[in-house]
C-alpha cells in the first residue's frame, strides 16, 4: 500500500532564507508527483507536478525534484518571502488508477 | 471564470442529522472528486465522478452519496450525520484523469463540517 509522508510538520524559517521541504513514498510504482499549496480557508493550488519519467520541474522561485528509485521528492524555495507561508502537500498518483495519495503536509511559516 | 465553488462554507450539524454539500464547477470538466482532510492527515477521497450520470467510490465512502446529474454540479450527501464526519470537505475537478494527461485538479475552497 502507497504511504506518502512529509517531514517536518511544521517549519518556520526567516525571510530570504532558502528552504527545502521533503516527501517521500513506499512505492515506486508511481506515475506523477505534485506538489500543491494550501492556504487556511482556501482550496488547494497545484504548484508543480513531476512525471515519473522526470527529475525535476521549475516554477520561478520553486524546484521539484524526484528521485523515484528512494521515494523522495523535495521542494525547494529560493529566497523564501512571507508570502509564502501556507501548508504545501505532495501527492502521488499511482500507475493503476486515478488515485491520489495525499501527505499530510508541511506547514510553513516565513518570519519578516 | 469562477473556477471551482463551494457552500456551505461552514456548517455544524447534530448527530443524525442530514446535509447536502455543493460543488459546482465552470470550466466543463468531465471529472469530479471529493475529498475529506481530517486535521493533521492527507487528503482521502470520498467518491468521484467521470462524467454526468457516473460515479464510483473511491477510499472512504462510506456514510456519503453523490449523484452527477449534469456536468457542473456534483452534491454531496450525508444521510445520518455521525461526529467521525467533522472534518473539511473539499470538492476539485480536472478534465481528464487518463494516466498519460498532464492535467492537475482543481480545489474549491472547502466546506468545515462539524457534527456534535
Known amino acids: 500500500k502507497q504511504e506518502v509522508t512529509q517531514i517536518p510538520a511544521a517549519l518556520s524559517v526567516p525571510e530570504g532564507e532558502n528552504l527545502v521541504l521533503n516527501c517521500s513514498f513506499t512505492?515506486?510504482?508511481?506515475?506523477?508527483l505534485q506538489w500543491f499549496r494550501q492556504d487556511p480557508g482556501k482550496g488547494l493550488t497545484s504548484l508543480l507536478l513531476?512525471?515519473?519519467s522526470q527529475r525535476e520541474q521549475t516554477s520561478g522561485r520553486l524546484n521539484a525534484s524526484l528521485d523515484k528509485s528512494s521515494g523522495r521528492s523535495t521542494l525547494y524555495i529560493a529566497a523564501s518571502q512571507p508570502g509564502d507561508s501556507a501548508t504545501y502537500l505532495c501527492?502521488?498518483?499511482?500507475?493503476?488508477?486515478?488515485?491520489?495519495?495525499w501527505g499530510a503536509g508541511t506547514k510553513l511559516i516565513i518570519k519578516p | 471564470n469562477a473556477g471551482v465553488t463551494q457552500t456551505p462554507k461552514f456548517r455544524i450539524l447534530k448527530i443524525g442529522q442530514s446535509m447536502t454539500l455543493q460543488c459546482t464547477q465552470d470550466?466543463?470538466?468531465?471529472?469530479m472528486y471529493w475529498y475529506r482532510q481530517d486535521p493533521g492527515m492527507g487528503l482521502k477521497l470520498i467518491y468521484y465522478?467521470?462524467?454526468?450520470?457516473?460515479?464510483d467510490k473511491g477510499e472512504v465512502p462510506n456514510g456519503y452519496n453523490v449523484s452527477r446529474s449534469t456536468t457542473e454540479d456534483f452534491p454531496l450527501r450525508l444521510e445520518l450525520a455521525a461526529p467521525s464526519q467533522t472534518s473539511v470537505y473539499f470538492c476539485?475537478?480536472?478534465?481528464?484523469?487518463?494516466?498519460?494527461?498532464?492535467?492537475?485538479?482543481?480545489f474549491g475552497p472547502g466546506t468545515r463540517l462539524t457534527v456534535l
Open positions: 476539485a475537478s480536472s478534465y481528464s484523469i487518463d494516466l498519460l494527461s498532464t492535467d492537475t485538479q482543481y
Open positions: 470550466m466543463n470538466h468531465n471529472y
Open positions: 465522478s467521470v462524467g454526468a450520470g457516473i460515479t
Open positions: 512505492d515506486s510504482a508511481i506515475y506523477n
Open positions: 513531476i512525471q515519473s
Open positions: 501527492a502521488v498518483k499511482k500507475n493503476s488508477n486515478y488515485q491520489l495519495i
